[in-house]
Nanobody, 123 residues
Framework: QVQLVESGGGLVQPGGSLRLSCAVS????????IGWFRQAPGKEREGVLCISPSDDIKYYADSVKGRFTISRDNAKIRVYLQMNSLKHEDTAVYYC????????????????WGQGTQVTVSS
């Protein structure tokens, strides 16, 4: 059973930055794609970014291009989401997840999820 734990959320002003971390247990990142997703109040969960074991990156949301990046540290078994130039509309609970395979698939294919971390962008 894959376990994922997000951290790094918080309150940040518009234009600010945060780095979210996803700690992954029981698996090696050499085998599994890891994605970041978010869910804003009253909205459906949406994909943000995903990284494969071969460092192929998939953007699910055009709105984060040029502002968010994803990276992995296989030694620490962590995947990071660096978020810059944050906007009010980035406010959401952010989740990391894995489809249990090496491919960045659609949201419905991700089978293991963390508990989420809240990101609030507000002045």
């Amino acid at each position: 059973q894959v376990q994922l734990v997000e951290s790094g959320g918080g309150l940040v002003q518009p234009g600010g930055s945060l780095r979210l971390s996803c700690a992954v247990s029981s698996v090696t990142l050499d085998d599994y794609a890891i994605g970041w997703f978010r869910q804003a109040p009253g909205k459906e969960r949406e994909g943000v970014l995903c990284i494969s074991p071969s460092d192929d990156i998939k953007y699910y949301a055009d709105s984060v291009k040029g502002r968010f990046t994803i990276s992995r540290d296989n030694a620490k078994i962590r995947v990071y989401l660096q978020m810059n130039s944050l906007k009010h509309e980035d406010t959401a609970v952010y989740y990391c997840a894995t489809p249990g395979s090496s491919q960045c698939l659609s949201l419905d294919d991700f089978s293991s999820w963390g508990q989420g971390t809240q990101v609030t962008v507000s002045s």
